[in-house]
């Protein structure tokens, strides 16, 4: 099941955007042909809770006679094809005689996505989070057409929050130093953030005017908590980073200064 929903009762959507994906079950007539196809950038699309999500799918077209456009350009799950994104409309700029550069601009609502798939069996309207896939209609100034499918591969990730507080402040040197945080993630059902448990985080130090690099890992616990202790023996800032998943964004969180005296 996949349909572009109208632009009042769309969803918005956030790892990587694949920028080429050979096209699966393509039709059509003639030599017009999506050569290459980029989505966000090559990032992922990370949707939150409440800001609709706009992104722009960037085809580049090739015809013998010239491009006329694009009629259609649908974007959806590949798993369980559900699409809860609106297609804004297509703008074209050409580069050549034969080539020509359009961008589709997409976008998804956070507050349509449970919407959208309601009295469904089974929906659930986190699962929409993954890799997704690009379909496109693309026409030539002879008549030719090309119906594309699957011309690019990106992923949409929930969004992520994720905080840092270290303990004590100033801490004497030698002394035990005790640094929290919680991660949490976007839950598309009701709209809130929720607690990402079961998560590998990594804690990192910087000394002052410094790089971060790992000291060590924590698990999330039932809350989305984290907990870490270790011997402060220099003044500097610490700080928590989650390196994401299929379905949810890469978060790190600001970094907190601690003087050591």
């Given at each position: 099941m996949h349909r572009r929903m109208p632009v009042a009762s769309v969803m918005a959507a956030v790892a990587i955007g694949i920028t080429v994906a050979p096209a699966a079950h393509a039709e059509g007539r003639g030599?017009?042909?999506?050569?290459?196809?980029?989505?966000?950038?090559?990032?992922?699309?990370?949707?939150?809770?409440?800001?609709p999500k706009q992104f722009p799918i960037t085809m580049t077209i090739k015809d013998n006679s010239g491009v006329k456009g694009v009629t259609d350009v649908s974007a959806f799950t590949t798993k369980g094809g559900h699409g809860p994104v609106d297609h804004l409309g297509t703008t074209c700029r050409k580069t050549s005689s034969t080539t020509s550069v359009c961008t589709a601009t997409m976008r998804i609502d956070p507050t349509w996505i449970d919407d959208y798939g309601r009295g469904n069996e089974g929906w659930d309207a986190n699962a929409v989070a993954g890799t997704w896939q690009v379909n496109a209609t693309v026409k030539a100034n002879d008549s030719s057409y090309w119906i594309s499918d699957r011309i690019a591969l990106f992923k949409v990730k929930r969004a992520a929050t994720l905080t840092t507080d270290a303990t004590p402040e100033p801490?004497?040197?030698?002394?035990?130093?005790?640094?929290?945080?919680?991660?949490?993630?976007?839950?598309?059902?009701?709209?809130?953030?929720h607690a990402f448990t079961k998560q590998v985080v990594k804690l990192q130090y910087k000394k002052p005017g410094g790089r971060y690099s790992t000291v060590k890992t924590a698990t999330t616990d039932g809350k989305g908590h984290l907990r870490a202790t270790v011997k402060a023996t220099a003044s500097g800032s610490w700080r928590w980073a989650f390196l994401g998943t299929t379905t949810t964004m890469k978060v790190v969180a600001t970094g907190d200064a601690v003087t050591v005296k």
């Open positions: 030599d017009i042909r999506v050569v290459k196809t980029v989505v966000n950038g090559g990032n992922s699309v990370i949707v939150g809770v409440k800001a801490v004497r040197k030698g002394g035990t130093l005790t640094v929290t945080g919680k991660l949490s993630r976007a839950n598309w059902t009701d709209l809130k953030y």
